[in-house]
């Protein structure tokens, strides 16, 4: 598979629609993709940070429509991930400059972890009832969640949004409202992130602009199926991405670039279509 217009404008729209549904900024699915498919890790971060900050954007403006948007929370969780996510940008521009060797595999294994600890998380703990009363959370309690997540959006491109929806969830927070904050905070923090990065002319804009087309059009079209959901259907597809992202970073660590590609655009294709599908056609409920 080579990065063809056509592949990444499909790449964008798969890592857009999954980011407005979890609130995970896409990451997970263009990051492994664009590095399998022969960009350096360095390389494949810093051109996956432009596309989350557009995803955020897109979700953002749907879930505020829709009023599942704390704003607040959002805003206090990106002041504890921007100076993180800053110091791992000079850490990535080095590594990309000095051309150092292990920090591939050592990234890939930081990913792998990130996201078995999040499967663990999201499997244990039941969904919040949306209806529930929730003490609002203390500022510093909440600008430390957003300090992991910007070490993991900064090493990892993946936008934070796997640090920043389980702990949430842990916190009480409705799966809905999780998501939809995590997206707001991914704006934010992706935004400065991909401005950092394109100072650092790490990102390679031949290939990020072919998949923002394509992540525009999925972040507006997720973010309402989102919403019209049934929470309990959107925890099963976000389990199922998990492992889908879990599989593809084994198989690079196995020497296997081309399958894993495959397996991630694959895996996000069939999501999308079983996410559009549960939304548009919902099953019937008997008496």
């Given at each position: 598979m080579e990065l063809t217009p056509w592949t990444l404008?499909?790449?964008?729209?798969?890592?857009?629609?999954?980011?407005?549904?979890?609130?995970?900024g896409g990451g997970i699915v263009a990051t492994p993709f664009l590095h399998a498919l022969g960009l350096p890790m360095p390389i494949a971060v810093a051109c996956s940070a432009p596309m989350i900050a557009v995803n955020g954007a897109a979700a953002s403006i749907i879930n505020r429509k829709n009023r599942l948007l704390d704003a607040r929370m959002g805003v206090l969780l990106a002041l504890g991930m921007i100076p993180v996510a800053e110091a791992c940008a000079r850490f990535m521009s080095w590594a990309s400059r000095e051309n150092i060797g292990w920090v591939d595999a050592f990234l890939r294994i930081v990913f792998f972890v990130i996201v078995l600890g999040s499967l663990r998380i999201v499997t244990r703990h039941r969904d919040p009832d949306e209806t529930e009363e929730r003490t609002p959370w203390p500022i510093w309690k909440v600008?430390?969640?957003?300090?992991?997540?910007?070490?993991?959006?900064?090493l990892?491109?993946?936008?934070?949004?796997?640090i920043l929806v389980p702990a949430q969830l842990m916190g009480g927070v409705p799966l809905?409202?999780?998501?939809?904050?995590?997206?707001?905070?991914?704006?934010?923090?992706?935004?400065?992130?991909?401005?950092?990065?394109?100072?650092?002319?790490?990102?390679e804009f031949s290939v990020v602009q072919w998949v923002l087309i394509g992540a525009v059009a999925g972040s507006l079209i997720g973010a309402q199926v989102m919403h019209r959901m049934d929470p309990a259907k959107l925890k099963k597809l976000y389990l199922g991405l998990t492992y889908v992202a879990l599989l593809s970073v084994v198989?690079?660590?196995?020497?296997?670039?081309?399958?894993?590609?495959l397996l991630l655009l694959s895996g996000s294709m069939i999501l999308v279509v079983m996410a559009y599908s549960r939304a548009l056609f919902p099953n019937p409920t008997h008496p």
């Open positions: 404008i499909l790449l964008g729209f798969c890592s857009g629609t999954m980011a407005a549904l979890f609130g995970v600008v430390l969640t957003g300090t992991p997540a910007g070490l993991f959006a900064g990892l491109g993946l936008g934070g949004g796997r809905k409202r999780a998501v939809s904050t995590s997206s707001f905070v991914i704006l934010i923090s992706s935004t400065y992130t991909a401005g950092s990065y394109i100072s650092k002319k790490l990102v198989l690079k660590q196995f020497g296997l670039p081309q399958p894993a590609a």
